[in-house]
């Protein structure tokens, strides 16, 4: 439950972005791929060349950081499988956001 | 990770919301070559989760987050492997276990071999080890040793072609797997379950497939040789159903799990 380091209070897109793009540069780094470029339409499959099981990575990489907040697992079971090949960092970034703002307020 | 009797598998186990005790362990097998846990992972599993099971998903030797030995690649090492996984894990009643493609032979031989630990199974576009499935993966690792081991430029400019980037991708890692290890010769070499070994798989079974998968053909056979066999066919799919189609194949599984919990 609790995260390694505390989350921001307030998490905005860019520091969400900036969080997102340090996890994954640290999957990247398993293929020795050090400079990719990571914005917000930044796909994924086709840009980042991930495959599922680094998603799995990233989710507990979200996780550690967020806590069950952000669960990648079901926000990513809820798509369509055309619509998870062309997810962009920036959906996931808003995405986070959103899960920690409604569950703050809750 | 966890140590499987001398191989390390990467293990992701979910479960039902903190205070709830799960009802249920359900294990889930991925298939060969290109697939991972991760094919469960990001579809039927927080489902099962929600619905108060233990979900416990793992790579096979070799694949995914795994280690990947140099060899030992039958059935029976992935049979042996599943057994020890379970043995770290302290799971000792009998599971719920769903296996797509290969998975599903690997969970039917470990059924064949603990019917007193499986509860159901299911079997997602596949098949229990027969002679006959045998020689089939072996022509299909066949043509992925030729075709793209030992030719891979060729080959995967053609998939990137034909089938796009993603396929190559994955074809790329299928290609790395079956150079690096034994598994091409391996798997045709396993041993296969006899007549009677099926028989006496008493469980009840669920088989899922794609309606345009050749796979459904085999549906008459295991009605014939399970006791306790339902067949589901989803149509317009294929091979791939499970990430296709996983709402549908989620909840017949969940059914199977529930009719033989007597929860209805």
């Known amino acids: 439950m609790n995260p390694t380091q505390p989350a921001p209070a307030q998490p905005t897109a860019d520091t969400v972005l900036a969080d997102v793009t340090g996890m994954l540069r640290t999957v990247l780094a398993e293929y020795g791929d050090d400079d990719a470029l990571i914005g917000m339409s930044t796909t994924f499959n086709r840009d980042l060349e991930l495959e599922s099981i680094d998603l799995v990575t990233l989710a507990g990489l979200l996780e550690e950081r967020y806590g ?22 920036g959906r996931l970034v808003e995405h986070v956001v959103w899960s920690l703002k409604t569950t703050q307020a809750g | 990770m966890v140590d499987a009797g001398g191989v ?62 140099p060899r030992g690649y039958t059935l029976d090492h992935n049979i042996d492997d599943l057994e020890a996984l379970l043995d770290r894990l302290a799971v000792t009643g009998p599971v719920h276990l769903v296996g797509n493609s290969y998975g599903g032979t690997i969970a039917f031989g470990f059924a064949a071999r603990h019917p007193e630990r499986t509860a159901t199974l299911t079997l997602i576009e596949s098949e229990p080890a027969t002679a006959a499935w045998a020689a089939k993966l072996g022509g299909i690792l066949d043509r992925v040793m030729t075709q793209l081991a030992h030719n891979e430029p060729d080959a995967l400019a053609w998939i990137i072609a034909h089938r796009g980037h993603n396929t190559a991708r994955l074809a790329k890692g299928a290609a790395r797997l079956a150079r690096e290890t034994t598994l091409g010769r391996d798997i045709p070499a396993s041993r ?10 008493h469980c009840p079974v669920l088989g899922v497939y794609g309606g345009d998968s050749d796979l459904a053909d085999l549906v008459p056979l295991k009605e014939a040789l399970l ?27 969940l059914d199977l799990i529930r009719a033989g919990a007597g929860v209805g």
């Open chain 1, 68 to 89: 069950q907040r952000v669960n990648l697992a079901e926000f990513l079971a809820g798509m369509e499988f055309d619509e998870i090949i062309e997810l962009t960092v």
């Open chain 2, 8 to 69: 390390r598998l990467h293990v992701q186990r979910t479960g039902p919301a903190a205070g709830r005790v799960p009802h249920a362990t359900v294990v889930l097998v991925h298939g060969l070559l290109t697939d991972s846990l991760a094919s469960y992972y990001f579809t039927v599993a927080p489902g099962f989760a929600a619905a108060g099971l233990d979900v416990v998903m793992y790579d096979l030797r070799g694949h995914g987050r795994s280690e990947r030995p």
């Open chain 2, 192 to 201: 296969v379950l006899t007549e009677e070994q099926i028989r006496a798989v």
């Open chain 2, 227 to 253: 006791t306790d066999y339902r067949a589901v066919v989803l149509p317009g799919h294929e091979h791939s159903v499970l990430v296709e189609a996983p709402a549908a194949v989620g909840g017949h599984i």
